[in-house]
C-alpha cells in the first residue's frame, strides 16, 4: 500500500554528481525507513544506503561511504541519493524500497520497491 517512485537517473560522466529522487505515497506512515538499492548487468541486487523516516538515522554501504548522501523531505514524503564522483562502477539500476521496521540492508526486509531508475557512469 505504498508506491515509491524513482526519478533522476541518466547519463553522467565520471566524477561527475546526480541525484535520485524517490517520491513515495500511499500508506507512507507504516513505513519505517527507506533505503537505495542497485543492481548492475550480470550482479545481484546490493545495498547502498538506508534512511529512517523519523529520526533520520542513516547507513551506507562502504562502497558509497563518503561518496553518496542520503537524505529525506518528511514533508514531501521523498528520499533523496545525492551521489558524487561517480564512478563506472557505480553503473546500475537503482531502486528505493521502503521497510516497515528497522534500518535494513537486506532486500528481503523491504516490503515495497519502486521500478527503478538508471545511472550510467561513462569514463
Do not use: H
Not at 26 to 35: D, H, K, P, V
Not at 112 to 117: I, L, M, N, V
Amino acid at each position: 500500500q505504498v508506491q515509491l517512485v524513482e526519478s533522476g537517473g541518466g547519463l553522467v560522466q565520471a566524477g561527475g554528481s546526480l541525484r535520485l529522487s524517490c517520491a513515495a505515497s500511499g500508506r507512507t506512515f507504516s513505513s519505517y525507513a527507506m533505503g537505495w538499492f542497485r543492481q548492475a548487468p550480470g550482479k545481484k541486487r546490493e545495498f547502498v544506503a538506508a534512511i529512517s523516516w523519523r529520526v533520520g538515522s542513516t547507513f551506507y554501504a562502504d562502497s558509497v561511504k563518503g561518496r553518496f548522501t542520503i537524505s529525506r523531505d518528511n514533508a514531501k514524503n521523498t528520499v533523496y541519493l545525492a551521489m558524487n564522483s561517480l564512478e563506472p562502477e557505480d553503473t546500475a539500476v537503482y531502486s528505493c524500497a521502503a521497510a516497515s521496521r528497522y534500518l535494513q540492508t537486506t532486500p528481503a526486509s523491504y516490503e515495497y520497491w519502486g521500478q527503478g531508475t538508471q545511472v550510467t557512469v561513462s569514463s
